[in-house]
């Protein structure tokens, strides 16, 4: 999401005149989009500050701004312990930055705008198109979140549960076709909550996106479980569009430590969802998001994960040790010793890149269908992705940027897949 909104925060500063640069000494202002799921990622900022100090020590000072999650966490908070920062804009205020910027060009004084203001964004953001003109896009369809699971800081950061009107989400799906996409990946933080009105929900935009000409695949991020609706599943079935492939975070397999995060289903729950989703599909394949070390999570609970992990078999999955964000519930709870999470989070990893790497070879000497995304610099190879996200890199001197290829696989290793280009005459897996 946060590529998608920097994409647009782009669209809004060139409006006032500002254009990219590639040459960092050259930059007037610098815009940091920042994330506070991780600790790590919060403090990532202050070290890029940091460099931008740096390099920056015998010239004039550009004007610095901190938005995303956690200009929206700690707002002012961030001036009082890096006055080298000018202004915070929270993601919801993004789509006054122009304004504000002008405002800061005129006053010299510091600006904290952290209002959640999300229907007003995209009002705003609907009155410039969206210059974004990859094979792959994004495009924000939902915002915030109300199921409060207890490690997440996404409540705090980005609101409640906010879905943007239909007709908007269509008009600029069009816009990203026109400029070139062939791909669209729906974003939200709990994305398949998506409903406005009552009347639309994630399965009819699917529908309806389904219609236009030039687009060739869809894909949706993040879902929760519990918003996996029949007709949702069913769309896996009925659009052929529709990318077989699904993350769905489950976090742990333990029911314990999922009541204690207060996730709101129990693996029974998440396990007949994938069962219906096989059902409808025997194609589809699912990802997840693991947290290892949960407060409270013992050997059995995490041997719980393991067995529900070998039990679906997922792939490209993310895993992480707990990170206790401030302000969560989760964050007051005893923590785990670190030691042993790293030797969980370790094992945990070799199974998941065991099943990755099983699933890549299963590929060997297949055909794949894979949407060509970009020609590699200085070389005769390209690179695109498989139906389930994998990257593949194949040799070829004539295919077109944007079609369905079939590709025939030579080789892989833990994360890509290589290949020869076949034909642009699609029939593979
Ligand atoms: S459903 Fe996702 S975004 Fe919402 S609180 Fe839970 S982890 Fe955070």
């Not at 915070?88 to 205020?93: C, H, R, T």
């Not at 943007?164 to 070139?180: C, K, T, Y």
């Not at 070879?361 to 139906?387: A, D």
Request: charged share 30%; net charge positive; with cysteine.
């Amino acid at each position: 999401m946060n590529e998608y909104d920097s994409n647009r925060i782009y669209d809004l500063t060139s409006i006032i005149g500002y254009n990219k640069t590639y040459i960092k000494k050259e930059a007037d202002c610098f815009v940091l989009n920042t994330c506070h799921i991780r600790k790590k990622a919060t403090e990532k900022v202050y070290d890029e500050i940091g460099r931008v100090k740096k390099d920056f020590r015998n010239l004039n000072k550009p004007l610095v701004v901190v938005s995303g999650c956690v200009a929206q966490a700690e707002s002012k908070e961030m001036i009082k312990r890096e006055p080298y920062i000018d202004m915070v804009i929270g993601p919801q205020s993004y789509h006054k930055i122009g304004d504000l910027i002008l405002d800061y060009e005129r006053k010299k004084e510091k600006i904290n705008e952290t209002e959640f203001d999300v229907v007003g964004k995209f009002d705003e953001l609907q009155k410039i198109s969206n210059s974004q003109n990859k094979i792959s896009s994004y495009l924000t369809i939902q915002e915030g979140c109300d199921k409060f699971c207890h490690f997440c800081v996404v409540p705090y950061t980005r609101g409640p549960e906010y879905s943007r009107p239909f007709d908007q989400i269509i008009d600029e799906a069009h816009n990203l076709v026109s400029n070139g996409a062939r791909e669209i990946i729906l974003l939200g933080q709990n994305v398949n909550a998506y409903n406005y009105n009552k009347k639309h929900t994630l399965s009819s935009l699917i529908r309806t996106l389904s219609n236009i000409e030039n687009l060739k695949r869809i894909r949706f991020t993040t879902s929760h479980p519990k918003d996996m609706t029949e007709d949702l599943i069913e769309c896996y079935r009925d659009c052929g569009k529709l990318m077989p492939f699904l993350h769905l975070p489950i976090q742990s397999g333990s029911n314990k430590i999922l009541k204690l995060m207060n996730r709101k289903h129990d693996r029974e729950y998440y396990m007949a969802v994938i069962e219906k989703l096989k059902k409808v599909n025997k194609n589809i394949k699912i990802s997840s998001d693991f947290i290892v070390g949960y407060p409270g999570e013992t050997e059995k609970d995490f041997k719980d994960t393991i067995k529900l992990v070998e039990k679906i078999g997922f792939v490209n999955s993310y895993s992480f040790i707990f990170s206790p964000r401030p302000g969560t519930p989760a964050a007051t709870r005893k923590l785990n010793n670190l030691a042993k999470n790293g030797k969980r989070l370790k094992k945990l990893q070799n199974i998941l890149e065991n099943f990755q790497h099983g699933n890549n070879k299963k590929y060997l000497q297949q055909n794949c269908e894979v949407l060509i995304e970009n020609k590699l610099v200085n070389q005769e190879k390209y690179f695109g992705r498989t139906k389930y996200m994998t990257p593949v890199i194949f040799e070829t001197d004539d295919c077109k940027i944007g079609e369905l290829a079939n590709v025939k696989i030579t080789s892989f290793n833990q994360k890509n897949l290589f290949g020869i280009y076949k034909t642009n005459k699609v029939q593979a897996a």
